[in-house]
């Protein structure tokens, strides 16, 4: 099982930026696809953003397209998410997950770990 812990999150005005961060451990970085959701009260979780473990391949939600950047770090063992010109409808849990040698991965069943989320919130 990996071990995921998220942060970053916080409260920001519509327009502005965060980067979340994920730290992982418990197996080796560099096998881990890695992805983020987000759930907002009363929503199913929702895919945000993928990076696969082999390649440099990124994947978005058409909604964050062109606003958002995940990345990752393997010598830190971490996964970013940058967020820019963050809307209200952003606002939301955002989660972290794993899954090791997923070559497809963008809804939750594809993932078998999970952080804890982090809260991100957009005022108008």
């Known amino acids: 099982q990996v071990h995921l812990v998220e942060s970053g999150g916080g409260l920001v005005q519509a327009g502005g930026s965060l980067r979340l961060s994920c730290a992982a451990s418990g197996r080796t970085f560099s096998s881990l696809t890695m992805g983020w959701f987000r759930q907002a009260p009363g929503k199913e979780r929702e895919f945000v953003a993928t990076v696969l473990w082999s390649t440099p391949h990124t994947y978005y939600a058409d909604s964050v397209k062109g606003r958002f950047t995940i990345s990752r770090d393997n010598a830190k063992n971490t996964v970013y998410l940058q967020m820019n010109s963050l809307k209200p409808e952003d606002t939301a849990v955002y989660y972290c997950?794993?899954?090791?040698?997923?070559?497809?991965?963008?809804?939750?069943?594809?993932?078998?770990?999970w952080g804890q989320g982090t809260q991100v919130t957009v005022s108008s």
């Open positions: 997950a794993a899954e090791p040698y997923k070559t497809y991965a963008r809804s939750p069943p594809d993932f078998g770990s």
